[in-house]
């Protein structure tokens, strides 16, 4: 029964880019000393405190991230597209072309950084963009989802 309950919650789409699996590894000083799978497993349980069914994906392979955009069954998507942020038509293509809507986080204000990372080939479709929260912007973005499936019922 409880499985019934859970799989009739909307679902979102947690999506992070390459290298993010490197979180908590790396540059703690730019992207924090948490690791991915600590931040994805507060996710969860925002998730469900929330009232959404939340799936994850991490690749470093932006075909991966094409093919599970254009597969989902999620309401609506939250994605960190790491470095594919500054360069990827065909990722904006794929969000673009399912019709969801999405909002992009980073961890880190990009707009602070080097002038490459300034523009985003998303932001200017997405429903919302957070930058400079560290982990907290992906909660925030599941918060916004949540609210933009209760205004469309
Ligand atoms: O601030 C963000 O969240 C970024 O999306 C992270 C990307 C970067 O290319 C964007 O400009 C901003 C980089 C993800 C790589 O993450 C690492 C984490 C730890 C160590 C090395 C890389």
Redesign the pocket.
């Known amino acids: 029964m409880a499985t019934r309950v859970l799989s009739t919650l909307p679902k979102v789409l947690l999506l992070n880019?390459?290298?993010?699996n490197?979180?908590?590894?790396?540059?703690p000083g730019?992207?924090g000393a948490r690791s991915l799978d600590d931040v994805v497993d507060g996710l969860y349980e925002e998730s469900a405190l929330l009232g959404l069914r939340l799936e994850h994906l991490q690749s470093n392979s932006e075909a991966a991230l094409i093919d599970c955009i254009h597969a989902t069954d999620a309401s609506v998507v939250v994605i960190?597209?790491?470095?594919l942020?500054?360069t990827s038509v065909a990722l904006r293509d794929a969000l673009v072309g399912v019709a969801l809507p999405f909002f992009e986080?980073?961890?880190?204000n990009?707009h602070a950084?080097e002038p490459f990372?300034h523009h985003s080939y998303l932001s200017d479709k997405a429903s919302g963009v957070l930058?400079g929260f560290g982990p907290l912007g992906y909660s925030l973005a599941l918060r916004a989802a949540a609210q933009t499936l209760q205004e469309q019922n």
Do not use: A
């Not at 880019?17 to 993010?20: D, I, Y």
């Not at 490197?22 to 540059?27: N, T, Y």
């Not at 960190?80 to 470095?83: E, R, S």
């Open positions: 880019g390459p290298n993010l490197l979180l908590g590894r790396r540059e730019i992207y960190n597209p790491g470095g942020t500054h986080v980073h961890l880190s990009i950084r990372r930058v």
